[in-house]
């Protein structure tokens, strides 16, 4: 019986998640008719893991890989490479019953819950659906399970009628919250979910996440371009950065001692309460463009627009690599 427990106990501590050595790579086409194919590297060798119950943050600008990185995750799009471990499966290579069972423990909630809910469904029916495609619970159990999420989301029953318009955008977010537990999955996978909305909502909407977690010990994947939404929010942070992760530690450790030029660059945009640290942060800009994403640079992505930048950085891209604990840097600076 002890052994039992100390199994379980070894099982909570295990990750719920292990991506290892994720890429994702698109085709595209440029110039004329007969111009060679090169790739898009949207994903490029990306490792993250996420306990049980805990949220790792995916934070970086537009076009740093996130949302793709997710839904490769996922499998809403193709990895080229790389293993995704999910509550101990092989989640790429799943085919058939065991995929569709494997699929109710992921599900997604997007930033603009106006263009991700069909507008012709009424907000019972936009919930429902995914327990009409990946469960055989009888109507009844349907309904109760509807009724019950409405509840848990703050929603009231007369409002299952409505159609998504006749919502608020924070209510609307919270239909689609109701319509991602639905399946009562183990990870939840929130892109951006409150980047649409006002300061004072989007505090109210983070908080439910908060409370849903630690209710339904969920785990959160949680990307946002904007630290400050994610600081409150997660127990660790993937920085990416053209595709790449520069940067990724607890959350303690990246906030208090952040390393790499471009999460220090990020960090100092974020508003703090803490008057000390204001006064240290000066609101560094990041100059310059980001390099062709289709024509990478030899060394490091971050280098043309780097504060600290010197020849070595041009010539050769710096791994990631610990500097302490989980903590681990992809600079030469670290
Ligand atoms: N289907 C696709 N075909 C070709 N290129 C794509 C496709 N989807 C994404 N990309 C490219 O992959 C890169 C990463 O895009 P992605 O949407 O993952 O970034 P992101 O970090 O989520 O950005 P944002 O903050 O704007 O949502 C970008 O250069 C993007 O143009
Ligand atoms: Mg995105």
């Given amino acids: ?18 991506v290892d050595n994720l890429t994702v790579r698109f085709a595209v086409k440029r110039g004329g008719m007969f111009s060679k194919k090169s790739y898009l590297y949207a994903v490029d060798d990306v490792s993250f893991a996420v306990k ?3 949220t790792l943050a995916i934070v970086g600008e537009s076009g740093s890989g996130k949302t793709t990185a997710a839904l490769a995750v996922a499998r809403l799009v193709n990895a080229a490479a790389g293993k995704v471990d999910l509550a101990g499966q092989d989640f790429l290579t799943l085919e058939g019953e065991e995929l569709r069972q494997a699929r109710t423990k992921v599900q997604f909630i997007f930033q603009d819950p106006y263009s991700s809910l069909n507008p012709r469904l009424r907000a019972a029916a936009v919930v429902r659906e995914p327990l009409d495609s990946l469960t055989t619970m009888s109507a009844e159990e349907k309904q109760e399970t509807i009724d019950r999420l409405f509840a848990e989301v703050g929603l009231h029953k007369e409002q299952q009628h409505l159609f998504p318009h006749q919502f608020s955008g924070g209510q609307r977010q919270r239909i689609g919250i109701a319509r991602a537990l639905s399946t ?6 929130c892109d951006e979910p409150v980047s649409a909305l006002d300061v004072a909502v989007q505090a109210q909407v983070l908080n439910l996440l908060r409370r849903l977690q630690e209710n339904f010990g969920l785990t959160y994947l949680f990307i946002s371009h904007d630290l400050g939404v994610v600081q409150h929010m997660c127990d660790s942070v993937a920085v990416m950065y053209m595709g790449k992760i520069v940067e990724y530690g607890d959350r303690l450790s990246l906030f208090n001692n952040p390393k790499h030029p471009y999460t220090i660059a990020l960090l100092s945009a974020v508003p703090s309460v803490d008057k000390k640290r204001r006064e240290q942060m000066q609101r560094i800009d990041i100059p310059g463009d980001p390099p062709d994403p289709v024509n990478l640079p030899r060394g490091c992505r971050f280098a043309s627009r780097c504060p600290k930048v010197v020849d070595k950085c041009r010539e050769s891209e710096p791994e990631l690599t610990e500097i302490n604990g989980t903590h681990r840097v992809a600079c030469y600076f670290s």
């Fill in 1 to 18: 019986m002890a052994d039992t427990n100390t199994q379980a106990v070894k099982d909570q501590d295990k990750p719920l998640l292990t």
């Fill in 52 to 54: 049980r119950g805990e």
């Fill in 184 to 189: 009562q999955p183990e990870l939840i996978i």
